[in-house]
């Protein structure tokens, strides 16, 4: 799997996206300057129908230079429409031309102002459109709407996660409400070429049908690659940077060899069955992989009491359940102060690399970073009156 994922363009051009003006030149021309403008204006295209949009489909001619090579394109948009064809459009009213190394910095680089070699124009009507029943005059506004789509991707404006959750439909807000908690953990990594991986696509067992919250996570991280992984094929909801994944979540051999193949993971999330014994197998199996600076999050713990999905309602520490296994790991999180720093015998790999553990109503964030954080002194002794300890410690002040 991973030659398949690193031919993927939109990979190599978010890696060439940071680079030198001259080597980004160079790069676009040996990968080709048409496969790359064409992959370019598709992730644009997707990004542009976030913008409001003229209800029929207008094309918007693009011109491309790399070099002394011009290339044209058009961008359809309208209608519910995103799409890229490789021909200039006769007769479109409006009209884009960029740099290509310019536009791949737009929408794959560092965030900034990326639109020096920019040109928007509009084709001047012939007479005065004052009607608005006339229908040249709705056709020149529609294509001053769908070419405001293209320019205002082009700005890439940070969106979100909650706007980006309902406009494609995830329920990680509204129904719950998990969205603002995620932008907290996640807004410092937004714009880094992450790689995220959600276990469960949604949509049953149809192979076109889920991917909301996919699709958000892939607006939310502009540079990012979102993998997800069902027990069912969902071939159907691919599209760039957007990669399915067909594999049981409790299945080891198969998760280390997925990790192996597209890991290491900025972002895990469990979005899976929510069986508790397929959320320790996932967690255990799947949080080594994770980088330091990562995170692991595990949604809908609310099964940890629920005894039919694996859940305990009566012992509430059930290492078995996932609230159990969060639990274990807070006591990992102080091991510290549980023995002497230098003595690392017993620790378990999770009590070495969590640095936090937030607990929300359903939902966990681990945080995954080395955690070797000095203990208290230890000359403070650890079996003492505390009442007496007090005032012996303020009289040797
Ligand atoms: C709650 S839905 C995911 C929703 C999606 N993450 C979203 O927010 O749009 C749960 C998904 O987990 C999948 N699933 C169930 N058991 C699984 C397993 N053992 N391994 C992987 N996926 C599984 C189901 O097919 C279903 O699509």
Redesign the pocket.
């Known amino acids: 799997m991973s030659a398949e994922v690193a031919r993927e363009p939109e990979n190599i051009l978010i890696g060439l996206a940071d680079r030198p003006d001259t080597e980004a030149a160079a790069g676009l021309a040996e990968l080709g300057a048409a496969r790359c403008a064409g992959t370019l204006l598709r992730e644009l295209a997707l990004r542009a129908a976030l913008f409001p949009e003229p209800a029929d489909k207008t094309t918007v001619k693009v011109s491309l230079r790399l070099g002394g090579e011009l290339l044209g394109y058009g961008v359809t948009l309208g209608g519910g429409v995103a799409e890229v064809t490789q021909s200039a459009p006769q007769g479109a009213l409006a009209s884009l031309s960029q740099d290509l190394v310019e536009l791949l910095r737009a929408v794959y680089g560092a965030p900034g102002r990326h639109t020096a070699t920019l040109e928007l124009h509009v084709a001047d009507p012939d007479r005065p459109l004052l009607d608005p029943a006339d229908p040249a005059h709705a056709e020149r506004a529609a294509a001053v709407t769908a070419l405001h789509q293209l320019a205002a991707a082009i700005g890439r404006p940070a969106r979100s996660l909650d706007e980006l959750a309902v406009r494609f439909g ?3 807000w509204g129904g719950h409400w998990y969205t603002p908690h995620y932008d907290r953990y996640f807004a410092p990594l937004r714009e880094r070429p992450v790689t995220l991986l ?7 067992d149809a192979p076109d049908q ?4 996919l699709r958000m996570w892939k607006h939310y991280f502009p540079r990012g690659t979102v993998y997800g ?4 094929e969902k071939h159907g909801i691919a599209e760039p940077r957007l990669v399915p994944l067909r ?4 299945d080891v051999p198969y998760l280390e060899g997925l990790a192996g193949d597209i890991g290491p993971f900025d972002i895990v999330i469990d ?3 929510h069986l508790n014994h ?1 959320v320790l197998t996932s967690f255990r199996t799947l949080f080594p992989h994770v980088r330091p600076g990562g995170l692991y999050v595990i949604e809908d713990v609310q099964t940890a009491y629920w005894p039919g999905w694996g859940g305990n309602d009566t012992d509430l520490n059930d290492p078995g359940t996932s609230m159990g296994l969060v639990k274990g790991l807070l006591d990992g999180l102080n091991h510290q102060e549980r023995r002497p720093a230098a003595d690392e015998t017993g620790l378990s790999y999770t009590d070495r690399n969590i640095s936090g553990v937030h607990v929300h109503h359903n939902l966990v964030v681990i945080e995954k970073a080395v955690n070797r954080e000095q203990g208290a002194p230890s000359w403070v002794p650890r079996d003492v009156d505390p009442e007496s300890w007090y005032t012996d410690a303020a009289r040797n002040n």
Not at 247 to 250: A, F, L, N, S, W
């Open positions: 995830s329920d990680k959600e276990i469960g696509i949604g949509g049953y889920g991917g909301a919250s992984l069902d027990i069912h594999g049981d979540q409790g979005d899976g069955s397929h």
